[in-house]
């Protein structure tokens, strides 16, 4: 089974600060999704990445995918409390028929 | 745009009873899923479907079974409700496997006392 470990598990911020949020596995992933999730609603997808070292902006997010396609992070500049969600990185593998999905990041963005 | 519809929203069940969660969406997707969504485990596969008349295990099977007699429907049946069952359970489809984007329904939530 991979794995895959998201760090912090809980964020709490000001609104105004920056952040990164970060996808780790010892496993080689062919692509890997970002999803948002929303309370009481399903995770939506924000960017896949499928190239090591892609780097893919989103307005305020920036997405980086390893070198070695083992990882990714998140990077919010200027948060605001409409970033407020838990965070989902997912990993597909050429040999897998579906995603694995890490353990989440909660943000808060306090106003 | 109804997207991945489920139903019911929530569901509270005895130990021992059995349920089947509704799945259905609209955009024609070849592939569908079901996960379930506990604290601080992330999103776990339990059972999946590349196409009409075809199922597969996910990582968390056991006490589960599907059926995908049509593209549009894919329901997830509690044979037997345990405690450990109580989750969010999320149904998802996409157009293709793999490095797809999956769209997902709002959620069902299950309690089982």
């Known amino acids: 089974t991979q794995l895959l470990e998201q760090s912090p598990q809980f964020l709490s911020i000001q609104e105004g600060e920056n952040l990164t949020v970060y996808c780790n596995s010892s496993?080689?992933?062919?692509?890997l999704q970002w999803y948002r999730q929303e309370p009481g609603e399903g995770p939506v997808l924000l960017v896949t990445?499928?190239?090591?070292?892609e780097v893919k902006k989103l307005k305020r997010l920036t997405f980086q995918f390893g070198d070695a396609r083992k990882d990714s992070s998140l990077h919010i500049t200027a948060a605001q409390p409409g970033d407020t969600g838990l965070y989902l990185c997912a990993g597909s593998s050429g040999s897998a028929r579906q995603l694995t999905f890490g353990s989440g990041t909660q943000l808060t963005v306090l106003p | 745009n109804a997207g991945v519809t489920q139903t019911p929203k929530f569901q509270v069940l005895k130990t021992g009873q059995s349920m089947t969660l509704q799945c259905a969406q609209d955009?024609?997707?070849?592939?569908m899923s079901w996960y379930r969504q506990d604290p601080g485990m992330g999103l776990r596969l339990i059972h999946y479907?590349?196409?009409?008349?075809?199922?597969d295990q996910g990582e968390v099977p056991n006490g589960y079974n599907v059926s995908r007699s049509t593209t549009e429907d894919f329901p997830l049946r509690l044979l037997s409700a345990a405690p450990s069952q109580t989750s969010v359970y999320f149904c998802a489809s996409s157009p293709t496997m793999g490095a797809g984007e999956l769209f997902f329904g709002e959620g069902s939530r299950l309690t089982v006392l």
């Open positions: 990445v499928v190239t090591g070292g």
């Open positions: 496993s080689v992933f062919s692509s």
């Open positions: 479907s590349v196409g009409a008349g075809i199922t």
């Open positions: 955009m024609n997707h070849e592939y």
